[in-house]
Antibody
Framework: QVQLQESGPGLVKPSETLSLTCAVS?????????WGWVRQPPGKGLEWIGS???????YYNPSLKSRGTISLDTSKNQFSLKLSSVTAADTAVYYC????????????WGQGTLVTVSS | EIVLTQSPGTLSLSPGERATLSCRAS???????LAWYQQKPGQAPRLLIY???SRATGIPDRFSGSGSGTDFTLTISRLEPEDFALYYC?????????FGQGTKLEIK
């Protein structure tokens, strides 16, 4: 069974860099698929942040204005998100997730981690 | 970027009734690239429908998806108490992915 688990600081200061990691178990991320990040500000809707292909290609939401970096660490079977120059508007629950795998009719999500941007 | 607009914002119905949720795209979307998610408080989104009309693994057959081009619909044929939640449509497959703003399905 594939499982995803986010980890990282729950509190980040304004103007600093938010760093999160998603550990994947039950599947080798180097074998295939896209792996990405979605966030949800408190009481608001879902926002797609970006994703990384197992080959290393990356795709980002233009609304981040080049502040985001997603990368793979295949040796640890995990992928990460770095978001620079954060403000209070970046306060959200951050989810890591796999792509929708049509062949088996599912996708996989972490349980989410709340990151608060505050001094 | 494809903008998805969901309607209504809130839908108030009773258990046993039929629910119809709409998702309209700002430009034509491939039917293979439209999904629906259910989200309950404190939980990650749960995939219901992918490819506009294919039910995800383990999803009851009272959930169905339809549509093409710019107009897509999620139908819940007979509402069960556990169906009252938030629902999001999502465009995927061509960057950037995007979500609709959500429809809250509440008990009347």
């Amino acid at each position: 069974q594939v499982q995803l688990q986010e980890s990282g600081p729950g509190l980040v200061k304004p103007s600093e860099t938010l760093s999160l990691t998603c550990a994947v178990s039950g599947y080798s991320i180097s074998s295939g698929y896209y792996w990405g990040w979605v966030r949800q500000p408190p009481g608001k809707g879902l926002e797609w942040i970006g994703s990384v292909h197992h080959s290393g290609s990356t795709y980002y939401n233009p609304s981040l204005k080049s502040r985001g970096t997603i990368s793979l660490d295949t040796s640890k079977n995990q992928f990460s998100l770095k978001l620079s120059s954060v403000t209070a508007a970046d306060t959200a629950v951050y989810y890591c997730a796999s792509q929708i795998i049509a062949a088996i009719g599912t996708d996989y999500w972490g349980q989410g981690t709340l990151v608060t941007v505050s001094s | 970027e494809i903008v998805l607009t969901q309607s209504p914002g809130t839908l108030s119905l009773s258990p046993g009734e039929r629910a119809t949720l709409s998702c309209r795209a700002s430009q034509s979307v491939s039917s293979s690239s439209l999904a629906w998610y259910q989200q309950k408080p404190g939980q990650a989104p749960r995939l219901l429908i992918y490819g506009a009309s294919s039910r995800a693994t383990g999803i009851p057959d009272r959930f169905s998806g339809s549509g093409s081009g710019t107009d897509f619909t999620l139908t819940i044929s007979r509402l069960e108490p556990e169906d009252f939640a938030l629902y999001y449509c999502m465009h995927y497959g061509s960057s950037p992915n995007s979500f609709g703003q959500g429809t809250k399905l509440e008990i009347k």
